[in-house]
């Protein structure tokens, strides 16, 4: 196979009657670029698959959302510019585009990667030119000491894995914290640090994080193809981007009020009420947009339109859990 080259708006005065409004939540769709659902994993009593949901009340529907048409037992693992990376059993890897159903499997690694403990997976590609793409896996090398890591990276380019050791011994990497943003793969690490990898030049660096991140902050990439962080405070959700000499400058903001009653609300500007603090998840979208767990749901908010879209799952939505959720942005690539 070659690679070539819905959304939630508060207005005053809305009818509560209406079928397709939720309170003072209005559905509408969403911008091109905008993030358009996430992969997850469903457990049934069979095995664990694949599954997506869209955001929004008019989604744009895959024609196979399970990807059933892949091999059995595959786990997604990352998603960049409408391709998607599953792992299968044996170090196989598959490259998916879910809008054609169609896929590719990738050479297996020369050095097996263990399946018990999965390495963290990361899928790099540009938005002008997704059929050029790196598959990168970072994986715990050497024994004892300080952990050091190993990046496996493979190249479309080339049709060949590589291997590139870490220069430098790296904090724990927060488990499914991995995103492609500004052609590097970045994870957070337990310090409050990125771990940024450039698989084309092979270098990677340790960034710090935004000032003021503790717990509460997730990264993505967003506002063209940026690497941008979200993180809560008490009082709102911020946008971080890294610019230049890896400086972060803060792109947005909104405001939130957790704690209180009567959640759902935004009008003119006034804060998301809510009753526990958002919960922000990797996020990825052409716009100023982020993903977050709010109050048992998961929503889409776009700082630039002030739109906010909530996932629609077919039954309960699932509990959060970083490393099932991967944030899927439908774009015009065929495979």
């Known amino acids: 196979m070659e690679f070539e080259d819905g959304d939630w708006v508060i207005t005053d005065g809305a009818d509560v009657d209406d079928p397709a409004i939720d309170g003072e939540w ?23 698959r694949p599954a997506y949901a869209p955001f929004g009340h008019c989604p744009r529907d895959l024609p196979d959302p399970a990807l059933s048409f892949l091999p059995p037992a595959v786990s997604v693992g990352s998603s960049s510019h409408g ?33 018990l403990s999965s390495p963290a997976l990361v899928l790099v590609s540009r938005p ?82 935004p000032p003021g991140c503790g717990d509460d902050w997730q990264l993505g990439e967003a506002g063209g193809g940026r690497l941008c962080c979200a993180r809560v405070t008490e009082s709102a959700v911020e946008i971080h981007a890294l610019g230049p000499s890896d400086r972060w400058t803060l792109l947005g903001l909104f405001a939130v009020a957790a704690g209180a009653d009567g959640g759902d609300k935004w009008e003119g500007g006034e804060p998301i009420v809510c009753r526990e603090a958002p919960r922000p998840l990797r996020f990825q979208s052409a716009n100023l947009e982020v993903v977050l767990w709010v ?23 699932p509990r959060p859990d970083e490393e099932e959720y991967v944030a899927h942005v439908l774009e015009p690539v065929s495979c």
Do not use: K, Q
């Open 26 to 48: 209005v559905v509408d769709n969403g911008d091109e670029g905008a993030v358009a659902g996430v992969f997850f994993h469903a457990v049934s009593t069979a095995a664990r």
């Open 83 to 115: 391709l998607v990376l599953c792992r299968g059993a044996w170090s196989s890897y598959y490259i998916c585009n879910p809008a054609t159903a169609r896929w590719t499997p990738i050479p297996r690694p020369p050095r097996p990667h263990p399946f």
């Open 128 to 209: 002008d030119s997704p059929s050029l793409f790196h598959l990168v896996c970072l994986l715990e090398s050497g024994t004892g000491g300080a952990t050091a890591y190993r990046f496996d990276t493979f190249s479309s380019a080339t049709g060949e894995w590589r291997s590139d050791p870490a220069p430098f011994p790296a904090d724990p990497i927060v488990p499914g914290s991995g995103v492609s943003a500004a052609g590097m793969a970045c994870w957070r690490t337990a310090s409050t640090a990125v771990l940024a990898y450039d698989p084309a030049a092979g270098a990677a660096r340790i960034v710090p994080a």
């Open 295 to 317: 109050d048992g749901r998961l929503v889409a908010v776009d700082l630039g339109s002030r739109w906010v879209r909530e996932l629609r799952f077919d039954g309960p939505a």
